[in-house]
């Protein structure tokens, strides 16, 4: 500052230097003796001015290296500033601004790193993290969060957390977090992204143990609370299942037991009945328990070369019964063979329930067309029906277990509610997939999709 | 004379036609309905006097023909046993505070079946004390009019609230209460009680009343009720 005076006022403060001066002289010497103070005026000026510019250049230049330098610290890549200083004014001051920069610029960068890291660990956080300030507004928001509510980099500067996520369970959250000073849980459904998130939050302190906000922690349990209600419904299914024919049994027995056997052609009735339920529980339990076992040797189910085609005819001959009680025609059009690497029982125990639902749901008269064609190195081999069809609606849901369209028939017709899960399993289980197409009124085809047997496939 | 009309709305074959067996046995007159949709129009042309209602139906579930059977002034006073294999606490709760008259879990004894069926066809005939009327059951004497309460002659000390409980689980002896019902008896007394206060009422309630406690039965998960 007083150097950049010195140079704005230079020409004032030469003036008054040379008139000082000169009534010095004049003063001293006296009036009549004015070409002696002309002279020595004249040498003390040129004096003056000479040992001004060395005074100059030796007291102002460093201190215009010195603020280069400082200006320079703000750019802390530079490394070169200390070298500036060499021809200072005084070693002593020079080494200490020296050190002085040095410890500017180690922290700095210091301060760069951990920012870098922190940031770098908050990104990769697979939990969403969200830090707001005493009056609401947003400090932080990490990747996870910004992706979860799909925020864009900078919308949260200097907003309210309100602004940014608009849900009002989340803001009261925040709000009771901010008056509770204590760490809290809660489960939070964001209808807008149709997420449910577990919402951990804890208050902010500084180093003086003030608050100056909270922490939200975020967890995206939408799938897991998916599977939590797929499960519930699963145990609330089964129960129902295995409940109805224990009702029956009991009821039967009971009745039995009450009225003794006084009509002998009623009692064998009602033990007919009594014996149709425990077939059908067992019936239950057994499919039950070959679907958790596919299920669990998903993996590593047995499989080997094998022809389909015999299979599907044997099959067919099996049910040969019932498909002339009800007027069935199955039409082949298959190849002679179809290898595939495979595990024969399963995939007999799929075809099995694929056939059973086209017979039971196909109308009198009608007929069944098996298919089969190669498509994409695959095999797709399609059940047809010419039935009452299926609903769209269903499509998504019929392979869950006990998923029934129609309950009351389904039952009567002897199904356990798990044929297509075992299917659909079964095909999983052979790395394939199965599809449905299905119209009202129309029929329905089931398709099954295996890869193609080639023979350097590893037997396992 | 004429036999009291019973419907069974099933869609198990087998548990209707063994309800129907032992229903006709016990002397009364039973008609099966197996699907929600045929079930409205037959009750409305027949009008029984009884209706045992499965929960989970094809076409219109067992909780929506109950709203409508509540919603009909023709079918709202017809008492209503709810069935239920789901043993979804839900939807039995809903059930009974729509109105329905008592439930009874799949499976069941044949015997209680036919039990509860009775016992609400007899409550339908005796007609429920009224507000002042005083009540007399076992050792436990309420006498509305004093606002009071006597077990084996002993007064008993209750709160405005607990009377208020007690005395309309009385009225309807063998009735399941909800919490939600007892809520609603209880608004506009001394306390304000939520459902979930409800319990600590019905324990202060049990251990005044002392050994006469046992009345008040818990019905897990819906709510309580007191025994005849």
Not at chain 1, 118 to 136: H, K, P, R, T, Y
Not at chain 1, 295 to 322: A, S
Request: charge should be neutral.
């Amino acid at each position: 500052m007083i150097y950049q005076w010195f140079v704005r006022n230079s020409i004032i403060i030469g003036i008054s230097v040379f008139v000082v001066l000169w009534f010095g002289l004049y003063f001293i010497a006296g009036y009549k003796n004015y070409k002696t103070i002309l002279l020595l005026w004249f040498v003390l000026t040129a004096v003056l001015s000479i040992l001004n510019v060395l005074f100059l250049k030796k007291v102002i230049q460093p201190f215009e290296r010195l603020i280069e330098t400082i200006q320079s610290l703000h750019q802390p890549s530079d490394n070169k500033p200390q070298s500036l200083l060499q021809e200072s004014l005084d070693e002593k001051f020079n080494q200490s601004l020296r050190n002085l920069i040095e410890k500017l610029q180690a922290n700095y960068s210091n301060i760069v790193h951990q920012r870098n890291e922190l940031e770098a660990l908050l990104s990769s956080m697979v939990e969403g993290m969200i830090a707001v300030d005493n009056q609401g507004y947003v400090l932080r928001i990490n990747r996870a969060a910004r992706e979860l509510f799909s925020i864009h980099n900078d919308e949260f500067n200097g907003k309210l957390l309100i602004e940014v996520v608009r849900n009002t369970d989340l803001q009261n959250f925040v709000q009771k977090l901010l008056t509770q000073k204590t760490t809290l849980e809660d489960k939070i459904v964001i209808s807008k992204i149709q997420k449910t998130l577990q919402v951990h939050g804890s208050p902010l302190y500084d180093t003086q143990g003030m608050q100056f906000g909270v922490v939200l922690v975020l967890n995206d349990i939408t799938r897991l609370e998916k599977l939590e209600k797929i499960r519930r419904e699963f145990v609330s299914n089964v129960s129902h299942e295995l409940k109805t024919p224990i009702t029956s049994i009991r009821g039967y027995v009971e009745t039995i037991r009450e009225i003794g056997f006084e009509d002998r052609e009623m009692t064998i009735k009602f033990l007919d009945t009594i014996l149709k339920h425990t077939e059908r529980l067992s019936a239950i339990i057994e499919d039950l328990l070959n679907l958790s076992r596919i299920e669990r040797d998903e993996r590593e189910i047995e499989k080997e070369e094998m022809d389909l085609i015999p299979i599907l005819r044997n099959l067919v001959e099996e049910l040969e019964p019932r498909l002339q009680k009800y007027q069935i025609q199955v039409e082949f059009k298959v190849p002679n063979q179809l290898i595939c690497l495979g595990n024969k029982l399963l995939l007999r125990q799929a075809f099995f329930n694929l056939l059973d639902n086209a017979i039971k749901y196909a109308a009198d008269g009608k007929k069944i067309v098996i298919q089969s064609q190669i498509q994409d190195q695959k095999i797709v081999l399609s059940f047809q029906d010419f039935g009452p069809g299926i609903d769209k609606k269903h499509h998504e849901r019929i392979f869950e277990r006990f998923y029934r369209l129609d309950v009351a028939r389904s039952r009567n017709l002897g199904g356990t509610g798990l044929g297509l899960a075992i299917v659909k399993h079964v095909i999983l289980a052979h790395h394939g997939n199965v599809t449905l197409e299905s119209e009202v009124g129309k029929g329905t085809t089931f398709q099954i999709h295996l890869p193609i047997f080639t023979p350097n496939d590893q037997l396992t | 004379m004429q036999k009291e009309k019973i419907f069974v709305i099933e869609d198990e074959e087998d548990i209707a036609e063994i309800i129907r067996f032992n229903l006709q046995r016990e002397g009364f007159e039973v008609k099966v309905v197996y699907s929600g949709n045929e079930a409205i129009s037959r009750i409305k042309q027949e009008m029984p006097k009884l209706i045992l209602l499965d929960l989970m139906l094809p076409g219109i579930d067992g909780l929506t023909l109950f709203r409508l059977l509540k919603q009909d002034a023709a079918t709202k006073s017809i008492p209503v046993i709810m069935v239920t294999a789901k043993g979804e606490e839900t939807d039995i709760v809903t059930g009974l505070e729509l109105g329905a008259d008592d439930y009874i879990p799949k499976p069941f004894k044949i015997r209680e079946l036919i039990a509860r069926v009775k016992s609400v066809m007899r409550k339908k005939t005796t007609i429920t004390p009224s507000e002042t009327d005083d009540i007399q059951i076992g050792e436990i004497r309420i006498l509305p009019e004093k606002h009071e309460i006597y077990v084996n002659d002993q007064l008993v000390k209750l709160t405005q609230t607990e009377f208020k409980i007690l005395h309309a689980m009385a009225r309807k002896p063998g009735r399941v209460f909800t919490r939600y019902q007892i809520v609603d008896v209880a608004r506009g007394s001394d306390a304000i009680v939520t459902d979930r206060s409800v319990d600590v009422h019905i324990v202060s309630i049990r251990r005044k009343l002392g050994s006469a406690g046992k009345r008040i039965e818990t019905v897990h998960g819906v709510g309580y009720k007191f025994l005849e």
